[in-house]
């Protein structure tokens, strides 16, 4: 699939990652079938309730998405999508998994961001933060696919991803902060990581989203902790200490990546409020 100039602008990424896949089908020899139907059953529910998704790849147990985004209309509308994509998978999951394997089986959500354009171009200013978008690798795939900083940055904090929240970039967290007012009431800084390569190895702000931490901090399993430090930091207790995301703009600042951002408002047709 050829790209042209037509494909650049703002994209949104979207991972679901199922959780416990490799364990489940140690026990389950009837795994084939359900994990079909689940793969399935989660690209119909993404592209029903986000119609402006579009299947980006599978990568063994993670199902990718793309959708650009062109308006802020189209922003909000993709928070509010994802939000009722989260719950919709965990609701089919808590239903259709078989009641006799003790194994929980769960999708881990990550939403992130990228300015995307067909070539670099000759702006130097800007090649650190465009991503490309390619068609060449694989002559047959309808898909576009993408490669760029923010495509390896998206992969690397989706290990901070956890079952039943969702995982936003801070690039993009921050534009929501700008643009959603209410979007502070559900997200918050949880943690500051870092990442091979991502921010020149400066730690980077994982923020969650869920419209109840209550339920979510009082849902965490005995193993979760071991299993993920965001978990092991929360439950130490350090969930009171959990920051406004309204941070970020502080931290783009002194970083200087408010570029960036500006740009993809000039995108969008949003006036700065940087």
Do not use: C
């Not at 490799?22 to 986000?50: A, C, G």
């Not at 209309?73 to 939000?83: C, N, R």
């Not at 430090?229 to 350090?238: A, L, Q, R, S």
């Not at 959990?242 to 951002?261: C, P, S, Y």
């Amino acid at each position: 699939m050829g790209v042209t100039k037509a494909e650049n602008g703002f994209y949104l990424f979207l991972s679901v990652d199922l959780i416990n896949s490799t364990l489940y089908k140690t026990k389950d020899p009837d795994w084939s079938e359900l994990f079909i139907n689940i793969y399935n059953h989660t690209i119909k529910i993404i592209t029903t309730v986000w119609s402006r998704a579009k299947v980006w790849k599978i990568l063994g147990d993670e199902l990718l998405f793309y959708a650009k985004i062109t308006n802020e209309q189209q922003l909000v509308d993709a928070l509010e999508s994802t939000t009722t994509i989260t719950k919709e998978l965990s609701d089919y999951l808590n239903k259709n998994s078989p009641k006799d394997i003790p194994i929980k089986l769960a999708f881990k959500t990550t939403l992130w961001s990228g300015l995307v354009a067909s070539s670099l171009g000759k702006d130097s200013s800007k090649w650190k933060y465009l991503n490309l978008v390619v068609g060449d690798f694989v002559p047959t795939n309808r898909s576009l696919d993408f490669i760029g900083p923010d495509i390896d940055t998206g992969f690397r904090i989706a290990k901070s991803a956890f079952r039943n929240v969702i995982l936003i970039d801070a690039k993009l967290a921050l534009i929501f902060h700008i643009v959603i007012p209410q979007f502070n009431l559900n997200a918050k800084i949880v943690y500051f990581d870092q990442f091979k390569g991502v921010w020149d190895n400066q730690h980077y702000p994982i923020v969650w989203y869920t419209k109840d931490w209550t339920r979510l901090i009082e849902g965490f399993d005995y193993e979760d902790k071991f299993k993920n430090k965001v978990i092991m930091w929360i439950e130490d207790d350090n969930n009171t200490k959990l920051r406004n995301v309204a941070e970020l703009l502080k931290i783009f600042n002194q970083l200087h990546k408010t570029d960036e951002i500006n740009d993809i408002f000039k995108i969008l047709k949003i006036k700065s409020r940087i």
